[in-house]
């Protein structure tokens, strides 16, 4: 008596007994066995509609994946729905059975579908999209515009730019921005790119891994050693950390240092965009006065935890803080165990000499945090920023920071290390005063041969650009920035960084991406703008 073979899983009568199945086969007939589809065709099940492409790049597999995530997700196949089993399915699409298999094995790891034992494979409850009713506008609470379920929190504080509103582009820009980048020295730049990409092949650390969260270390080292030569800060590599510009810089301070409720103490005027990065995280700002010599310290409040200033040159005002001033501060900060944030990315360039030293450089308390950024000097798209720790800091400082980002890339890190190792970087700040220097003076006259009487300015000192004040008194500053903008040159009033109302006869002039042309035809459109007659035609 011959010994009796079991037989093989799946052999029709034209199977041969003695063949050797794929590994494969067993695998879909065990996922068809746990789904309880011991025949394909036990009931009747439809077939969903997918059409393949067979020559494009996608596979089969993910194209019937997507297909049927997207049906699923659509509601054309609903909750509870049976698929087709594998087999059926595989013939029915003119695919392999593993094909089909890994679609199903992908959306079932994703929770789109469910392998039930005696029912098959079928469809997870609550998946699919909400049916969309009427469009309606989202509204912001309290701002009137409909009752839209999805609604924005309101943020205090927070708005749009003056010209927001507007959607093309002005014909003469004067509203902030770096200089073109011809000015930059791109010939150089192109070629430490490549030798920063060397040297980062021969030591990857930085590029590789997360090692370093405070920047490269070589980065680190040549900022260190600038900022003690140009500006007298006192910081060594280990109190140094990369940002991703000055604003990554800010946002780590207001979670390192800025609890629920804690208020910070800033200028006023001062850059909106700065207090913007604030308010969204959500730090209650304290605005106190400036005068021509920066903040006014006896005007701080008590219960302040931080104070954020511009002592090198007062954004947008103007005008350097006295050293005896920066003691003052100094002092009230140790007396209430505050924070002072020195925002020194207005420094340069400078016109006359050079920088007064850091406020951080008078500190014995450690109690100044240093923040500076590339951006404005070298280009805004570069955004690498730093700022210096004061002592014990740094960790809990990087440990937020990482939450938001790990900063810049690890090529412009270092190239940036590279150019200021070879001394590009103090040849393009002689550049870059001689440009503003120039650009500077063509608005000066511009203004005395275009406006004469009608505004006043003077020279400044540092910066790139002039608080150009409106000596007709019939005239506001936010009346004559809205009609030149109608007529295509954008100004902005400097009352739009004010928060307590100080009048509206003044307004910035930022001069540093205009060349003297452009200067002199977009102060003849402004003057334009300022003449009787057009305030009586609008």
Known sequence: MGTLRRPTLGAGPRSNPGRRRPVWEGKVRRAEVAAGLEEEATRPVSYPPIVLDRVGSLPLYRQIEVELRRAILDGRIGPGTVLPGIRSYARHLGVGAVTVMTAYDQLTAEGYLEARPGRGTLVAAGISRPVPGPRRRVAVRGSGLGDAPAVVPPLPGLRRPFHGAFRSAPRYDFRPGAPGLDLFPSGAWERLLPRAWRDLASDPGPAVSYRHPEGDPRLRAEIGAYLGMARSVRADREQLVITT??????????????????????????????????????????????????????????????????????????????????????????????????????????????????????????????????????????????????????????????????????????????????????????????????????????????????????????????????????????????????????????????????????????????????????????????????????
């Not at 301070?253 to 604030?278: I, K, Y």
């Not at 002689?430 to 004469?452: F, N």
């Not at 019939?474 to 902005?492: N, P």
């Not at 307590?500 to 200067?519: C, K, M, T, V, W």
């Open 245 to 538: 510009g000055a604003q990554g810089a800010f946002i780590a301070a207001a979670a390192t240092w800025l609890g629920p409720g804690a208020t910070l103490a800033v200028e006023d005027p001062g850059s909106p965009f700065l207090h913007r990065t604030f308010a969204q995280a959500r730090v209650p700002l304290a605005h106190v006065p400036v005068d021509d010599r920066g903040l006014l310290v006896d005007r701080l409040p008590d219960d302040a935890r931080a104070v954020l200033v511009t002592p090198s040159w007062q954004d947008p005002g103007g005008g350097t803080m006295p050293v005896a001033r920066r003691m003052q501060l100094l002092r009230w900060a140790e007396a209430r165990d505050a924070l002072v944030i020195e925002d020194d990315a207005g420094a340069e360039p400078q016109y006359q000499g050079h920088p007064q030293p850091s406020l951080q450089g008078l500190d014995d308390a450690g109690r100044v945090l240093y923040v500076g950024t590339f951006s404005r000097v070298l280009f805004p798209g570069l955004r690498v920023g730093y700022a210096v720790m004061p002592p014990g800091s740094v960790d809990a400082f990087v440990a937020r920071r990482e939450a938001a980002s790990h900063g810049p890339g690890a090529l412009e890190q270092r190239a940036v290390a590279l150019f200021l190792a070879e001394g590009h970087f103090e040849r393009h700040l002689v550049r870059i005063r001689a440009h503003h220097a120039e650009r500077q003076a063509a608005l000066l006259d511009a203004l005395v041969a275009q406006l004469g009487t009608v505004v006043s300015a003077r020279p400044a000192a540092a910066g790139s650009h002039l608080v150009v004040r409106i000596e007709d008194v019939h005239l506001s500053a936010t009346e004559l920035a809205t009609r030149a903008r109608a007529l295509g040159v954008a100004v902005e009033p400097l009352s739009w960084s004010r928060h307590h109302p100080a009048g509206d006869q003044e307004l910035l002039l930022h001069y540093a991406r205009l060349s003297p042309d452009e200067i002199a035809a977009g102060v003849a459109v402004l003057a334009r703008a300022a003449a009787p007659r057009a305030r009586v035609s609008a």
